[in-house]
């Protein structure tokens, strides 16, 4: 039974993409495939003339973006098969976060996206701030939009470097680009660390608010960094807009059906690449995303090419929203609770429950977590699950590899931006 190969697409002139509404939502219709590659295909069924070889692609390839191995199955350069397999880095992270109390869980979900900590440390405290129903102070409140969205560009920023060489070293001169993505990000990180004293994990949000506060200065630091990352985009995009081999590589190449990514539950620029307009910045605003208008990127072609097109203009929004805010920091305190000394200083009423999903530089970062049922032990969560838009996009593979080459699998899976360590948890 040969595979359904995804028909050639040609990039639609501006305005001549049409849209249809499905369950309410509009999307391309040159888009929609029909059937989907099926991830499931039995090999025995398959052309018994065919010479099909297996590969192995990770776990220590360094495409993989992490520990992932995905095992190929290959009709001469055409995948017709991809079996991803899950679970090399896996540390146990939701379980160890049960053993803990509400206070000492920050730190470890610190390492769960390593590329974007402070979208670990927001999505985490903010549900249980919701369980707690404590509403931290406006400057805090500004701070943490802050942080997400210089994080935002610090993780695209790396993401755009590593992708390059992804695709091939005669993009961006080699290493080039990737020291100079490199090069502004360690800016960011610079800037975090005069806040919090670390350098990566940086255990800065707590249940209520801030555990730091902005040393004096900073903003005015922190407008001249993100003035000069956004003078240096047009740079990164000489690299590669005009790249005959870039634009080969990538157009066309891994087309994204939104309909398949929504069921999936895909999210983020991802999702937005493929023409689906939702945003939880804009659409269920927290922290203080209500104070700011975001205008989210949206892209028609749903390939490889509108994924980059989509982070690009992300990290210009992004320092446009940081950047407005950082001029008007409010005044006062930078948490609703007293400072936390001992574990059990923070406890939750007995069975509640709460759920917060926030829009990570990858998709929608969730915890669900709920509360113990016993009084003696309020300061534990009873059980904690965390939604890693990282691990939807992984699910992708089996869909967008058949009908690929090698070498387009590597560009596939590095735009879709994973990170295994939230994979795996």
């Excluded at 049409?18 to 499931?40: A, M, T």
């Excluded at 390492?111 to 670990?120: F, G, L, Q, T």
């Excluded at 590669?240 to 891994?254: K, M």
Aim: hydrophobic share 40%; with cysteine.
């Amino acid at each position: 039974m040969p595979l359904p190969v995804p028909r050639p697409f040609q990039r639609p002139a501006r305005g001549a993409t049409r849209h249809v509404e499905v369950g309410g939502v509009r999307v391309p219709y040159e888009l929609v495939v029909d059937p989907w590659p099926d991830p499931y295909l039995d090999l025995d069924a398959y052309d018994p003339d065919a010479d099909l070889m297996p590969i192995n692609w990770g776990p220590q390839h360094p495409s993989t973006h992490g520990v992932l191995r995905v095992k190929l199955f290959m009709d001469g350069e055409v995948c017709v098969k991809a079996v991803p397999y899950l679970g090399y880095l896996h540390r146990g992270v939701e379980k160890l976060c049960e053993k803990l109390s509400y206070a000492q869980v920050t730190p470890i979900v610190d390492k769960n996206d390593y590329v974007s900590p402070m979208m670990n440390e927001l999505a985490i405290n903010m549900a249980f701030e919701k369980l707690l129903g404590v509403e931290p102070p406006p400057r805090a409140q500004v701070i943490r939009t802050i942080f997400a969205e210089m994080q935002r560009v610090a993780s695209h920023l790396l993401w755009l470097g590593t992708w390059a060489m992804d695709a091939g070293g005669a993009l961006g001169g080699g290493a080039t680009l990737f020291m100079y993505c490199f090069r502004e990000r360690e800016m960011i990180l610079d800037l975090f660390e005069e806040v919090t004293g670390a350098r990566f994990h940086y255990n800065t949000h707590t249940v209520g608010g801030n555990r730091h506060d902005l040393p004096g200065g900073w903003e005015e630091k922190a407008i001249r960094v993100l003035d000069h990352i956004e003078s240096r985009l047009p740079e990164y995009e000489d690299f590669l807009r005009d790249n005959d081999i870039f634009l080969v590589r990538t157009r066309g190449v891994g087309r994204l059906d939104p309909l398949l990514a929504m069921e999936i539950g895909v999210s983020g620029p991802s999702l937005r690449a493929s023409g689906v307009d939702h945003d939880r910045r804009r659409d269920a605003p927290y922290a203080a995303y209500d104070r700011v208008e975001v205008k989210v990127p949206v892209r028609d072609a749903g390939d490889a090419l509108a994924r980059y097109e989509v982070r690009m203009d992300e990290m210009r929004e992004s320092i446009r929203i940081a950047r407005e805010l950082l001029q008007d920091v409010p005044a006062g305190p930078i948490t609703a609770l007293k400072p936390v000394k001992m574990p059990k200083a923070i406890k939750v009423a007995t069975g509640r429950s709460a759920y917060v999903g926030i829009e990570s530089p990858r998709g929608e970062l969730g915890t669900f977590v709920i509360a113990q049922n016993e009084r003696k032990t309020a300061h534990l969560p009873y059980r904690l699950k965390i939604r890693p838009p990282s691990f939807h996009a992984m699910a992708l593979l089996p869909y967008l590899a058949p009908g690929a080459t090698l070498s387009d699998i590597v560009v596939i899976a590095g735009s879709l931006d994973p990170i295994l360590g939230e994979v795996d948890r």
